[in-house]
């Protein structure tokens, strides 16, 4: 699938998001985790910066995403990370007051891809937000990143701790280096776009 794509805004507050359209897709997880580089993977190209300092993204980014061969647009939106910050608690005391309402409120968001370092041990705040967005309702599809960089036992292994950890059977294992998973995940997104 070949795809063009348009960064449209940076968002700081709701009153700057864009005006809902077509089918968002949300982007989130704990700083330096690889959402940036996974967004890039999936379009193909440098859409997304990718931070050399970890938990500097403070903002939305939305970008526009069109598939070549057929007219489909979808938003992409990347999320500022979460986690970074020690000896915060909670997500909502670090994160930006204004991400909480765009997950909870946002009509247009049809699925959240959370993100999860396939080599580090399922922690609290992933659990916080996955069990936070199924109270919500909303649809997510949890993804295990960088899993070029763990043999195929450590992968194995990792995978069933982040699945018993983080409550849930369906991770998909990704890699934004080697694109592995990047197919298996556009379907998760088409399967999200139709039920819509
Ligand atoms: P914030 O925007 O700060 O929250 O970070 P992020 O979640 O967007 O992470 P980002 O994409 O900036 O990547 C963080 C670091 O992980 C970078 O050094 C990337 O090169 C590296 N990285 C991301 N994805 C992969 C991957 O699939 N494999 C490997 N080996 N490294 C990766
Ligand atoms: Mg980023």
New binding site residues.
């Given amino acids: 699938m070949r795809h063009t794509t348009q960064f449209l805004l940076s968002a700081t507050a709701a009153a700057q998001f864009p005006a809902p359209s077509v089918a968002e897709i949300a982007f989130l997880?704990?700083?330096?985790?690889?959402?940036?580089?996974?967004l890039n993977?999936m379009v193909g190209e440098k859409a997304?910066?990718?931070?050399?300092?970890?938990?500097?993204?403070r903002a939305i980014n939305f970008f526009l995403v069109s598939d070549s061969h057929s007219s489909k647009r979808t938003v992409f939106a990347?999320l500022?990370?979460y986690g970074?910050a020690k000896i915060s608690k909670s997500i909502s005391a670090e994160w930006p007051a204004f991400i909480e309402p765009y997950l909870a409120e946002r009509k247009t968001l049809a699925l959240c891809v959370c993100?999860v370092d396939a080599c580090v041990p399922p922690r609290p705040n992933d659990r916080q937000l996955l069990d936070w967005l199924r109270a919500q309702g909303r649809p997510l599809q949890v993804v295990a990143?960088?899993?070029?960089?763990l043999s195929g036992n450590e992968r194995t292994r990792n995978l069933a701790a982040l699945k018993e950890g983080l409550g849930t059977h369906g991770i998909l294992a990704?890699?934004?280096?080697?694109g592995r998973g990047i197919p298996e995940l556009w379907r998760a997104i088409a399967e999200a776009q139709e039920s819509e």
Avoid: F, I
Wanted: positive net charge; hydrophobic residues 25%; aromatic residues 2%.
């Fill in positions: 997880g704990r700083s330096n985790v690889g959402k940036s580089s996974l993977a997304a910066r990718v931070s050399s300092t970890p938990g500097r993204t990347d500022p990370g970074y993100l990143t960088k899993v070029d960089k990704v890699s934004a280096k080697t």
